[in-house]
């Protein structure tokens, strides 16, 4: 029967796995009509949400007519100097990334007014109609980006060949990743900016609560929830799944030839989204505790992928895999088991990054506890225990990424690196509903402060954001590390199409045979690697200033507003004002929209100006993609860690340690919450489709200059 | 002439070279005489500084006992397994490194008071007694780390035999690195935990100036300064230059032969301590304002250096210089232009990392005074605006220093980088005096306000410490430049010294040509490097996550015991009863001792398991150098300045800008600072002498593992 069942896999795999997607949509809207049907609450509830809405409407309509721009004057380029079908790859991602993204903001701002409504009738109801809002994110996304390869994928095997369409995969790449980076640090600037200025005068200054209407900044503040960790998280998650099914084919073509290779990764695709809709529903169902019911279903949709991982395998394989060897040695052969082996290890990856960043950001463990101990002495303890713990926060997360690596390479060399990324990614439908979770029942609480519902809803949407707080910070432990070996694929990309490349006539440089093996030896020993990789190093660093110090200047700009209108109308602060939250909307719009360009063409004008060199440039790009893939995770993680711990450290003496709520190590947690707002949900989240940008665009170069 | 000259300078350069060193140290023991004979105040102020000189002896003597356990331990493992020349290297390179700064140390507490009672002759005689202290250790330094290396060379190659007498000079690296890892650990926990802790309790809870003596922390602080500041940089600079000159000795031995390339780097350090005694002559006579005297000192030297390498150059390599190619691609020929040329690049690179450290943390420039602006509206704009800045401080130095690697490799290939690093460490002697001057003056001005003297002396003690503040931040960059790039040479040394060891007989791994060519290729397409690269990228990461809550810790302890003080004897707030400075003295003794030593032992275990895989670990260490040079040169770089720039920013606001001193602002910039004290003194220095254990240590067990 297997013989039979490999054929067919390997024949209609790639449409059965676009099937698969389409269930997943189909689900999604099944979803979409079901948060529709349900009530959306009384008109003061109604009108929050609706201020929330077109705020974050009239944002990504801007960011949308900004990022055209670029994007266009891309196309043209690419046209230019590539060819059209990259070219309409490069349209398609970016199409496909904004659409993620846009869609799943959409849903989550008429999903977080009827999780407060549900919130009125019970913690089940409130739970359910949060989690499905994310939900559809998840699906949208993982759906998206299978239809979109795979469909691509079809349309130009048939019209250009299966080498030219190869080829042109990496427009649909390019699109996915600059969008993200758009996407990541325009959300990002605009919810932190806001968060950040409406916190120094709102909580500081003027004593008011978290979300309070008096806040002029407050609606700004709702919208940068959306924006930011709705939309930026979905175009990131659907970029560095997007990157990773195409990195898995490319690697696959190169060293194994097209047939199983290239169709395997989008089977495993197309598998998990069953068991990402089979998750979605246990949550439903279930009635444990909110934060066991989301672990929970991720856990189900992990064993579920496993079991059916291994008859798939095999059947695809059933004589292994025989691949050129990247490092020159000869070819290998892997067995099907090994390939099965690689794709488990991709599995536990997504499960230790989730159990690590719990670890060091929930209020039950000791790194968080000790930024909340070391508060009571003050501002500056409170931040030297935050920057050190993620510091330290590195170490488990990028040793589980080594042992992945080394152990995905013994099972199946590069291709097993490759499987074992596109399996952590295959579970991104599920994890984005858990990460989509988090800003909807921050929403929905912010929209029972501002429309004054009773204590008792206020609890249940306080309870349930608590728990998306821990699973935003969750997600991004997870985004983090599925990025950095998401990238590692990609360099392997790099260079084994750089080598196709140089040996083929097309290349320019006309190399000789001594002068590919010396570009290729990626040498540690050459100081063209070492310069490279110093570069490339400082690519995340230059990044991240730019993205930190755009958040300050953008949320000094808010605090200048607020301060304005305060003094202005003080009826505001009685209560017998309404402020004009649009003027705090616009300002943050403008702000970091302007704000995002420079960061976001850093990476493609450094990739250019290096790959300008010629065969040096070559060499020295090597060093460059796995320099900011080094110091890119190191800091992604660490910031992201720091950024979650200190939030949860200033929710624990909330709860009411060390003094609570008023107290002096209150006003340091707060500190510390505010430097962690840019580090987590700007800068640090940003770095991760940086780094694959600096790939894709090395990538991209190579027939242009090499 | 040249030919005659040759062959004098390649066989008596050496010990010329030893006599210029020895001409060093009489003239600073001449300097030693003259501030020993200069008035050192009234009986208070003696009072004082004897305070500050019991507290650092006491420190200095314990660090050493726990030290020379440790020490003895090493030893003994060394002579196990390795051999006695290689253990007698360890003891010497161990006991100079103390030396250089205990004596150091020594003398700037007796420059101290000497200072402050300068001040109150004149500017000028307070000036000379700083700068003459900072003088005396720096000629120290490089005096005795010419005359160590230079007489341990001499003598092994007498008993032993050259190649026998290369490899053990691997064992005075080590042990002038581990003593400097330890020196930079202890006595920057000691200095930031006493700074930090009196400045919680004193400034922000009580109110006190700096230095007051009701204060129970502030003798412990100003002990600080000294064992910190001072013997921590005295000893890690020694070990730089140190490190440098055995690396360079190694790759011009392994690559070229002995001989020249031998003897140059040793002639190159002779003359730069001849220059170095100009520029210190310099200072002493000049009428220039304090800042421009220090800098024309500087660039006095410099020029005399460039000037006198030329004709010693010319005439060393008279048919320039034949070397293997490292890269494995044959040989090559260098002129003795080339090399001077690389030489020159060393000189530059010291002054492009002085104008650049200065330009991101001196007050009179745009970085300091944007992160001032941003402590108006608080803590935390304060610190994300300083964080920023950081990130955005390594581009200039990372710039300067890869354009450094390519120029000085393409004009003399491995051996022209070792020559520019030689060059650049030459200048220590001249830049250590300035870095000693702060601290010197720092205690000046604590002397000055503990016994009470008259405000024109403070105003001079206190521009003279603003003088030294600029110093202190511009010798870090300088520091960790050199280090940066010595690491660099260590990592040359390592694998020329690799393949000699693997090609020899004496190899335990027995690898064949293309096994040895396999693991000699260090390539980034290796997973095995990939996974060297994040293991060696963590270890500056966690190694600063250890030191970083060190401090914290320690700082904690000294809070409560202060708050304890008080609180037991309310007359000390009154003036009316002496707080026990001996209780805090001992508190932060014990704790940087107890805590400087994990961290210490992370790159020798690290380095020693990597290290035990065999043919694998040592692949996989090539990426654990290059690793840990990477991300530790950039946090390095992005904590002095960021600490530096905090700094600096509080004194900004201080001289009354956004409020002044008592305002907002300024308590906003009191946190910045705060939590720059031990990213600029504590963690960031400490990756110095960190990223150069991790490669000595590596090319110690080539033998033993390999």
Redesign the interface.
């Given at each position: 029967m297997f013989p039979v069942f490999a054929v067919f896999l390997t024949n209609f795999g790639l449409p059965l796995s676009m099937l698969c997607a389409a269930i997943g949509l189909g689900f999604a809207f099944y979803l979409i009509k079901t948060i529709m049907a349900s009530p959306a609450g009384n008109d003061q509830m109604k009108q929050v949400a609706e201020a929330i809405e077109d705020g974050a409407k009239a944002y990504l309509g801007r960011q949308v007519r900004s990022i055209t721009v670029i994007a266009v004057l891309i196309t043209i380029l690419v046209v230019w100097f590539r060819d059209v079908p990259t070219a309409v790859g490069f349209v398609l991602g970016a199409v496909c990334s904004l659409a993620a993204g846009f869609i799943g903001m959409r849903l989550a701002v008429v999903a977080n007014v009827r999780t407060a409504q549900g919130a009125t009738v019970s913690r089940k109801k409130a739970l359910q109609a949060a989690f499905n809002g994310g939900a559809v994110t998840g699906l949208l996304v993982v759906g998206l980006a299978l239809l979109s390869v795979g469909g691509f994928w079809i349309v130009m095997v048939k019209t250009v060949g299966e080498p030219k369409a190869l080829s042109s995969l990496v427009g649909v790449a390019l699109g996915a990743s600059l969008i993200s980076v758009f996407a990541r640090l325009g959300g990002g600037i605009f919810t932190k900016a806001a968060d950040?200025g409406a916190d120094?005068v709102g909580k500081?200054e003027s004593n008011l609560d978290e979300d309070d209407p008096r806040n002029p900044a407050t609606i700004a503040d709702n919208v940068g929830d959306n924006v930011g960790d709705c939309a930026g998280m979905a175009a990131d998650v659907f970029e560095t799944y997007a990157v990773s099914l195409i990195g898995t084919v490319l690697v696959g073509a190169l060293t194994a030839g097209f047939g199983a290779p290239v169709v395997y990764p989008f089977v495993l695709g197309g598998l998990a989204v069953l068991a990402s809709i089979a998750g979605i529903l246990f949550v439903n169902v279930t009635n444990m505790k909110p934060g066991n019911a989301l672990m929970g279903g991720v856990l189900l949709s992990a064993v579920i992928c496993a079991a059916m991982f291994y008859p798939v395998t095999a059947a695809m394989f059933p004589e292994g895999l025989k691949t050129v060897n990247?490092?020159g040695?000869g070819s290998a052969t892997y067995t099907a088991g090994s390939i099965y082996f690689a794709a488990v290890i991709g599995l536990l990856m997504t499960g230790a990054a989730v159990l690590i960043t719990n670890y060091y950001t929930s209020t039950e463990y000791s790194p968080v506890r000790k930024i909340a101990a070391?508060s009571v002495?003050?501002?500056?303890?409170n931040?030297?225990?935050g920057?050190?713990?993620g510091?330290?926060a590195?170490?488990l997360p990028?040793?589980c990424?080594?042992a992945s690596?080394?152990l995905s390479?013994g099972a199946a060399g590069l291709y097993g690196?490759s499987v074992a990324v596109m399996a952590m990614l295959a579970m991104a439908g599920i994890i984005i509903s858990l990460d989509a979770f988090g800003p909807i029942t921050d929403n929905a609480g912010g929209i029972a402060v501002m429309s004054g519902m009773p204590k008792e809803v206020r609890a249940i949407t306080d309870d349930l954001d608590a728990v998306g707080n821990t699973m935003k910070a969750v997600t991004k432990g997870y985004a983090i590390a599925s990025a950095g070996l998401a990238a590692?694929v990609l360099?392997?990309s790099y260079?084994v199409d750089l080598k196709h490349h140089l040996e083929s006539p097309l290349s320019k440089l006309h190399l000789s045979a001594a002068q590919i093996e010396?570009v290729?030896?990626?040498?540690?020993?050459?100081?063209?690697?070492?310069?490279g990789?110093?570069?490339g190093?400082?690519l995340p660093?230059?990044f991240?200033?730019?993205s930190?110090?755009a958040?300050?200047r953008a949320?000094?700009a808010v605090?200048k507003e607020v301060r304005r209108q305060l003094a202005a109308k003080p009826g505001i602060l009685k209560g017998e004002d309404t402020p004009d939250y649009d003027v705090c909307v616009d300002i943050v719009t403008k702000a970091a929209l302007k704000e995002m360009i420079v960061p976001a063409l850093i990476p493609v004008v450094a990739v250019v100006l290096v790959g300008s060199f010629g065969m040096e440039g070559a060499k020295m790009l090597?060093?460059v993609l796995?320099?900011s893939i080094?110091?890119g995770?190191?800091m992604g993680i660490?910031m992201t860690s720091s950024g979650g711990a200190w939030d949860n450290a200033k929710k624990y003496i909330e709860e009411g340690n060390h003094g609570g709520k008023g107290s002096e190590a209150h006003k340091a947690a707060?500190?510390g919450d505010?430097?962690g707002d840019?580090?987590k949900d700007t800068s640090g989240p940003a770095i991760n489709p940086m780094i694959k940008v600096v790939n894709i665009v090395a990538i991209l170069i190579i027939p242009i200059f090499f």
């Open positions: 950040v120094l500081v990247v490092l040695l070391a002495t003050g501002h500056a303890t931040i030297i225990a920057l050190g713990m510091m330290h590195t170490a990028v040793g990424i080594a690596i080394w390479y690196i590692i360099f392997g260079f010396d290729l030896a990626f040498s540690l020993k050459d100081p063209k690697v070492m310069i990789l110093f570069i190093g400082l660093y230059l991240s200033a730019f930190m110090n958040v300050g949320a000094g605090v090597g060093g796995v320099g080094v110091t995770l190191f660490s707060v500190t505010t430097v840019p580090y």
